[in-house]
């Protein structure tokens, strides 16, 4: 643990310190953990995004968009056939 100066107020704080506690500025520890931890979150959220795009990519292969059309026209035609009292042919 050492003793560093605030870069708001010069004054001298813990490095440990996640803030001043004269003028409450964010240390340089806190900052470049805040920093880790962003950078950190972004990976998780590209990752993410990465693993959907390829799974729906591999469904889009499959012609799974035609079964969700399929899926989709079927509960709409229901929904209308219902609507006007005929039994789904
Ligand atoms: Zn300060």
Avoid: H
């Avoid at 803030?19 to 959220?45: A, D, H, Q, V, W």
């Amino acid at each position: 643990m050492a003793l560093i100066s605030c870069k708001d107020c010069g004054k001298e704080i813990s490095s440990s310190a996640e803030k001043c506690l004269f003028c409450g500025c964010p240390s340089e520890t806190y900052r470049e953990n805040e920093n880790k931890k962003n950078t950190k979150i972004l990976f998780i959220k590209l990752f993410i995004l990465v693993v959907v795009i390829t799974v729906l990519m591999i469904f889009v292969a499959n012609g799974g968009l035609q079964w969700v059309g399929n899926l989709f026209s079927n509960w709409f035609s229901g929904v209308i056939f219902d609507a006007v009292g005929i039994d789904n042919p």
